[in-house]
């Protein structure tokens, strides 16, 4: 299993959405890291994104992961971005291996 960072980014264009989203989100993550598949998620202080972090076996299967979260289906997520990760220092790098 391989650690991917996933940033959403928000546009002001899409905050109604993101309010009717939210909750559904929410739960979708919960279920995400009771499976271990999400490890950490949360938005950032500004408000313009959230940075997720998953646990996949290739970035394809971090892609198919993304377009089932509500806030992605529901146009909560107006950009982004999927990046590989190797944690190596603190309590994510026992994922790696």
Do not use: C
């Not at 899409?14 to 271990?36: F, I, S």
């Not at 202080?45 to 299967?61: K, M, S, T, Y």
């Not at 509500?70 to 990046?83: A, D, E, N, R």
């Amino acid at each position: 299993m391989s650690i991917f960072a996933v940033e959403y980014i928000y546009g002001p264009e899409a905050e109604a959405a993101r309010v009717e989203h939210r909750p559904q989100h929410r739960e979708w993550l919960a279920a995400q890291a009771e499976a271990d598949v999400v490890l950490a998620s949360g938005p950032y202080g500004d408000g313009a994104g959230a940075l997720l972090i998953f646990r996949a076996e290739n970035q394809g299967a971090v892609q198919d992961l993304v377009a089932q979260d509500p806030m992605t289906i529901g146009g909560g997520v107006t950009g982004l971005k999927i990046s590989a990760w190797n944690p190596v220092i603190g309590k994510l790098s026992s994922y790696v291996g």
